[in-house]
Structure formats: structure tokens, C-alpha cells
């Protein structure tokens, strides 16, 4: 098939066996890959109910027909497994170089289940996987790891691995890739905890296969009347990087601060993208053949951090680490990322895990005798040591490591009306209670707090309207159908947005159609991602989820926004009911919040409707 491999490699960790399967066109056009594939081998290999860290949970990794083609933004792999975090499925997806090596294998997917007797790390060629000892690369740190096995198995492989964080099960632990001295993170959900479970290390790829493309005449005219307009879309991602955001989104008085007491932080410019390209920039880098180049590699000279050197935190990570803490320290977030990333953790849930920490330490819920030492506003000593003392589980951090809402659970006393959790999943850095579209997009997101269901950028355009929530469930559903495909071909956010658009249209469908030839429509692609959030939604039924999980804050419920520009923004609970009721009708669910068989069948999801009972019952 033009764009795919068609093979599957399973291993099994506990017996060391591995098998190849093998799909048609069939399966592809349904599911096209990545993510689509994903959610489909987990919702018919895993039993309901199984705990995130039992051998039998399986972790898969897959890339789509666009990767390693010549679309702008085309080496990134997803990975998806159920969620040591949320217990719900979840995905993530991450670039650099490793993705186009991966799809050189000729394998479309890799799923690892089991669990190993000793540590091992795996290295998958075109001829199947290798199991390899690991006991000497466990302990390491990410980047040392990457190169260690790059001495062994050569140059021209590619490696992600995981950290100390993902050994010790930090229930938040993120996978890591380097390549020439560049790297990448898949970050959120704990897909490295769940490779920590099984033994796994680390994931080596070497592979040469090219894949061929049914018209690369239209590809290249699609390249051609694409490129620039996205270059321009993209200009200032590529001078700045993600960190551009500070500035305007606090100026629109949505930059959450002091664990969202308020949304505006008053030292933003001295964490903004223009701060840090002015003081800290050392160079631009990009994943492999992309040509927007929105990562930048910092240095620190003078200071009590001289001598750091690493890669932008991303916008996120500054909220998280930086205004959420009401840490105005520049240095102390390059360093915290630097942290991060060596240890394996994803920077949200842990800076918003310490912001919580933090206000229950104001509030007096937690002491210092609890913590092991005082914790308040704008300390980013105590921050650095809590992120260090999170991916080895010493101390309070072993309490931290477990996520914000399980450390809620064991606080109580009105602990959670201070989280920012949507299912188990710390909240990103784009308002739930300024963005009306973000407020229904986080509570019917399959993965809970991400900004990666229900997307944020085209409500940041002035004549999006905020004041009302007419239309907001729509928006909602068509993005996340949108962010299904995109995570499904696989393809990078910012590319996919700027390139081609912000909702699926026939330039998707021309980019689909020229690599695979399956002369697919825009609204076929619109099924596709229909399709892949349905079954998403039918995994998390299996495991309970009912409308009462598809719930916000109860300070976004409860609180509005204090002061600034978005002042007396919230989302009260009457609000979020109608576009619920208006939400689930629009995608053909019972008013629980639960697929009709009918429409289950429909999306040619007929098993589905079996394995999940009528009801959504187990």
C-alpha cells in the first residue's frame, strides 16, 4: 500500500516471543494510523478494568501514511497506552528524527505488553525486534542513555528511552529522544511509567525502507501552494518558539498564576519568549526535514544557573514551572526543563502538581514538617529540589510522583476544590475559564486536561467570540475530529495548522489522497476522526466513564477570574450542562454521555456495540 508498511510487530516481554500482523486498505482507510491505530489494538487487547502497571496493559507505538513523506511537519510517531495517570486511554505524540526512522523499519506499529524479568531495551529492524539486556543503562539519565546506546548500535540509529522518573513509575513520566544533540519529549499521560513497568529502557530503530506515494505530483503542488503560508503563519513559532504565547495570552488576562488564583501574572515579561530569545538564545533547531524550526537551544551564562545549557522550555512548561509557582526566574525554568527532560517527567503535571502543593501549603493543609521543608510562592529553590525529588520518589516527592488528584484524595478536607485536573490530567495553559470553547473541549476530552482534543489556537483570533457559548460544543467536536486525524497521519500541530488549516478541509484530503490514493473527501476524513474519538469514548465507557466525569475545576465552575482583562470569565456548572446536553446530542450519545449502538454502528464500530454492551455496560 502507498504510505504504509501494513505490518504490526507485538512483542511479549514476559515469554520473549514476537509476531508480525499484517493489514489491508481496508483497516487503513478506517483508521489511517497513528493514533487510529492505536486506540483500535488497545480497545481489542485490553480488559477493561486492568490496572495501567499490569503486564497484560499494553504500550504502542505508531506512525502514519505522511510520515517520512515531504509534508511539512512529517516525523512524529504517536504512543498510546492506558494511562498510569488517568486509567483512561491516552495518547501523545512527539517528533525529532526518531518517527522517519521508525517508518523506515516497514513496520506501521510496535506494541510491547508483558513485562520483562530484567531490564531491557528493544531494537526493532526491518527484520523484526531484538529483546537486549539493560542492566547497565538503568539508572541513567535520558540523554546519557541515548548516546550510550548509539555507541553501541551505531550513529544512524535512533533511540527514545525513559528516565529515572519512568523507572520508578512516576505516574507522569515522559519518554525522551535525542539526535544530534537536539531532542524531543513525549510528555504527558505516563507513557514512560508504563514502559518503566515493563522493563523497558529504552526503544533503539534502524531501518532504510522508503515508502511509496500515489501522486507525488499533487504532493508537491499541495507543498507549493501551502509553504508560504505557513511559513508566515509560522514566523513568529520560528524566532521565538512556543514562548511567544506569554505575552499576548496574559495580556489577555488568561495566563493562569498563583495556582489560577488569578489569570493575570504581573512578572510576564520577564519569563515571555521575547525575554528569552533576547538573553538566553543560542540556536534555532528543528525535527527532521521541517523547515519552521520553532525549537531553540538556551544558554545560561552569569548567575547561580551559569552554564546551563539546554532546550527552550516550551510555553507550557514556563506556565506550569514559571506563572502557575508565581516564578519569575528565567534561569530556574531553563533549568527545571533541563531537569525534566533528563529525568523523564512531563513539565505540566509537575509544575501544576507543585502549584497545588503550594496552595495547600498556604491554606495550611500541608505543613512543613509534611513536606520536609517550607514551600511558598515564587520559591523556585524548593521547586528544583521537589521536581529531583519527584522522579526518584524520596520524601514528599513520593506523594508528588503520584499526580495532583491522588495527592488531593489523601489531603481531603476541601483539598480539591484547588485542583486543575480534568480527569486525572493536570490542565495545560490555555484558560478553561477565559476560553469558552476550552471549557467544554477539556470535559469531553478523551485524555481530560489537554490541549491536544479540543484545540485553543483559533480561539485566540479576534473575532472569535467568548462572551457566549453559542456554538462552543460544535467547534469542540469538529476540533477534536480534526486532532484525531492529524494524530492519525501523523502530523505535527503547528505545520498542520498554519499549512493546511485549523479544521479538516479539502487540503487534508489532497495530502491524504496523494500519499495513499484512496481518493478519499473531506468528509470521509471527518468520519475517520468520528470514528477514532468515538472508539476512544467507548474505551473510557468500558472503564466508567459517565457524564459526571465530563467535569471542570470546581474552580473554573465556581470562581470567575478575579481581575484583568477576562475579569468575572468562569464556567458555572448551568453553563457547562447545556453544552454538554448540546454536545452529546451532536455526537449521537445518550444523554450519560454513552455511543448509541446505532451510531456505533454507523462508524462501522459494530464490535464495538457488542463489547461494550448496549448500555455501556461491562
Not at 88 to 117: E, H, Q, Y
Not at 541 to 555: F, I, N
Not at 556 to 562: A, N, Y
Not at 570 to 591: A, V
Amino acid at each position: 500500500m502507498n504510505g504504509y508498511g501494513g505490518r504490526i510487530l507485538t512483542v511479549d516481554l514476559s515469554t520473549g516471543s514476537s509476531r508480525i500482523d499484517t493489514f489491508d486498505e481496508g483497516f487503513a482507510r478506517l483508521y489511517l494510523g497513528g493514533n487510529g491505530i492505536a486506540v483500535r489494538l488497545l480497545y481489542d487487547r485490553l480488559q477493561p478494568g486492568i490496572d495501567a502497571f499490569d503486564p497484560s496493559n499494553c504500550i504502542v507505538l505508531a506512525v502514519g501514511p505522511v510520515t517520512d513523506s515531504n509534508i511539512p511537519g512529517n516525523s512524529r510517531l504517536c504512543v498510546a497506552s492506558k494511562s498510569p495517570l488517568t486509567g483512561l486511554f491516552f495518547d501523545s505524540t512527539f517528533g525529532g528524527r526518531f518517527p522517519c526512522t521508525f517508518k523506515r523499519t516497514g513496520f506501521d506499529a510496535l506494541v510491547i505488553t508483558g513485562r520483562a524479568p530484567r531490564p531491557i531495551y528493544l531494537l526493532l529492524t526491518p527484520d523484526g525486534v531484538q529483546i537486549k539486556p539493560a542492566d547497565a543503562l538503568w539508572g541513567t539519565l535520558t540523554q546519557a542513555c541515548v548516546e550510550r546506546l548509539q555507541a553501541i548500535e551505531g550513529d544512524e540509529v535512533d533511540v527514545t528511552c525513559i528516565g529515572p522518573a519512568g523507572e520508578h513509575r512516576v505516574r507522569f513520566a515522559a519518554m525522551a529522544h535525542y539526535w544530534k544533540n537536539r531532542g524531543a519529549i513525549s510528555g504527558r499521560g505516563g507513557m514512560g511509567a508504563v514502559l518503566g513497568s515493563k522493563g523497558v529502557k529504552a526503544i533503539v530503530v534502524s531501518g532504510n525502507r522508503k515508502m511509496t506515494l500515489a501522486d507525488q505530483a499533487a504532493l508537491s503542488s499541495l507543498y507549493k501552494s501551502t509553504y508560504s503560508g505557513m511559513l508566515t503563519g509560522t514566523k513568529a513559532l520560528s524566532t521565538f518558539g512556543t514562548a511567544v504565547l506569554v505575552n499576548p495570552i496574559n495580556t489577555m488576562g488568561a495566563l493562569g498564576t498563583r495556582n489560577l488564583a488569578t489569570e493575570v501574572f504581573e512578572q510576564a515579561e520577564a519569563i515571555s519568549g521575547e525575554r528569552f530569545k533576547d538573553q538566553y538564545w543560542e540556536r534555532d533547531t528543528t525535527c527532521l526535514k521541517c523547515p519552521v524550526a520553532c525549537g531553540k537551544d538556551f544558554r545560561v551564562d552569569a548567575g547561580e544557573f551559569a552554564g546551563t545549557r539546554w532546550k527552550m522550555p516550551e510555553y507550557e512548561s514556563i506556565f506550569a514551572l514559571g506563572s502557575m509557582l508565581e516564578n519569575d526566574n528565567a534561569p530556574s525554568l531553563i533549568k527545571a526543563n533541563e531537569l525534566c527532560d533528563q529525568l523523564g517527567m512531563d513539565t505540566i503535571s509537575m509544575g501544576v502538581t507543585i502549584a497545588f502543593a503550594m496552595e495547600c501549603a498556604a491554606r495550611g493543609l500541608l505543613t512543613a514538617q509534611d513536606i520536609g521543608q517550607e514551600l511558598r510562592w515564587g520559591d523556585y529553590h524548593a521547586m528544583l529540589h521537589l521536581v529531583d525529588a519527584t522522579a526518584y520518589r524520596q520524601g514528599f516527592g513520593d506523594l508528588l510522583a503520584e499526580g495532583s488528584c491522588r495527592l488531593a484524595d489523601r489531603l481531603g478536607n476541601g483539598a480539591h476544590q484547588y485542583l486543575y485536573a480534568v480527569k486525572g490530567l493536570e490542565l495545560p495553559a490555555h484558560s478553561a475559564r477565559a476560553l469558552k470553547g476550552m471549557s467544554i473541549g477539556y470535559a469531553t476530552a478523551t485524555r481530560g486536561g489537554s490541549h491536544h482534543d479540543t484545540r485553543p489556537t483559533m480561539q485566540y483570533r479576534p473575532e472569535f467570540d467568548h462572551s457566549t457559548i453559542d456554538g462552543k460544543a460544535a467547534y469542540a467536536m469538529r476540533s477534536q475530529h480534526y486532532t484525531a486525524v492529524g494524530d492519525s497521519l501523523v502530523l505535527c500541530r503547528f505545520t498542520g495548522e498554519r499549512g493546511f488549516g485549523m479544521l479538516l478541509n479539502d487540503a487534508f484530503t489532497q495530502m491524504v489522497n496523494g500519499v495513499t490514493g484512496f481518493g478519499m473527501t473531506t468528509d470521509d476524513l471527518e468520519r475517520v476522526g468520528e470514528r477514532i474519538i468515538n472508539l476512544e469514548r467507548a474505551f473510557n465507557v468500558r472503564e466508567g466513564v459517565r457524564r459526571r466525569d465530563d467535569l471542570l475545576p470546581y474552580r473554573v465552575m465556581h470562581e470567575p477570574i478575579p481581575f484583568g482583562p477576562s475579569k468575572g470569565r468562569y464556567c458555572p456548572p448551568t453553563e457547562l450542562d447545556r453544552m454538554l446536553d448540546e454536545f452529546y446530542t451532536l455526537r449521537h450519545w445518550s444523554r450519560d454521555g454513552v455511543p448509541t449502538p446505532e451510531h456505533l454502528v454507523a462508524l462501522a464500530l459494530q464490535d464495538v456495540v457488542e463489547t461494550m454492551g448496549a448500555n455501556g455496560q461491562k
